[in-house]
């Protein structure tokens, strides 16, 4: 079946460090994958996606490139600030059924 | 700029209570949801209602029971409540339905089943 399987957080960052989280996946046909993010207190909100390979979704300065070859989807910063605190969550969109099926979420904290 | 908005944010309730969790969207979208949301667990889909007047089950429907009023408003009732449905709930809505993946979600129904 369809899966998103996301690095376990917290991760814990210095403020301008090179952020890296994790996502694979398992599907079958060709999904599209997405990231939404969550601000304490908010509810998710989309921040990038990406519906082929090789396409590279970026918003904010977050990037993350579809790679079929590897089933990934990591995302990337290269300078976190303290306002990028959140839960970040993978998700992927099924080609067969068109749910969105999400991954267990990665709790990013920045320390100034 | 309202979106999707969520009623009640909090809510606790004794085991065997019944409750309804309201959800309204603003954006003319056709396609609505309900998520649970579980520590470890990210995101799991309860129901949702493709256009106004259909609705489908998710992942996780057992307990659950949705009515699409109308384009607007999609509510969840839990009949009798289990401590096992403690939970964070979200509503979400689309415009296209799931075809671009791009969900709007409220903010959120805490609730604590005692």
């Known amino acids: 079946g369809n899966s998103v399987t996301q690095m376990e957080g917290p991760v814990t960052l210095s403020e301008e460090a090179f952020l890296t989280i994790n996502c694979t996946y398992t599907a079958t046909g060709y999904p599209s994958l997405f990231w939404y993010v969550q601000y304490p207190g908010e509810g998710l909100q989309l921040l990038l996606k990406a519906t082929k390979a090789d396409d590279k979704g970026s918003n904010k300065g977050f990037e993350a490139t579809y790679r079929k070859e590897t089933t990934s989807f990591h995302l990337e910063k290269g300078s976190v600030q303290v306002s990028d605190s959140a839960v970040y969550f993978c998700a992927l969109r099924s080609s067969n059924t068109g749910k969105l099926i999400f991954g267990q979420g990665t709790t990013l904290q920045v320390k100034p | 700029n309202a979106g999707v908005t969520q009623t009640p944010k909090f809510q606790v309730l004794k085991t065997g209570q019944s409750m309804t969790l309201q959800c309204a969207q603003d954006?003319?979208?056709?396609?609505m949801y309900w998520y649970r949301q579980d520590p470890g667990m990210g995101l799991r889909l309860i129901y949702y209602?493709?256009?106004?007047?259909?609705?489908d089950k998710g992942e996780v429907p057992n307990g659950y029971n949705v009515s699409r009023l109308n384009k607007r408003e999609f509510s969840l009732r839990l009949e009798s409540a289990a401590p096992s449905q403690t939970s964070v709930y979200f509503c979400?809505?689309?415009?296209?339905?799931?075809?671009?993946?791009?969900?709007?979600f409220g903010e959120g129904s805490r609730l604590t089943v005692l």
């Open positions: 954006m003319n979208h056709n396609s």
């Open positions: 979400a809505s689309s415009g296209t339905g799931l075809a671009t993946g791009e969900l709007f």
């Open positions: 209602s493709a256009s106004e007047g259909t609705t």
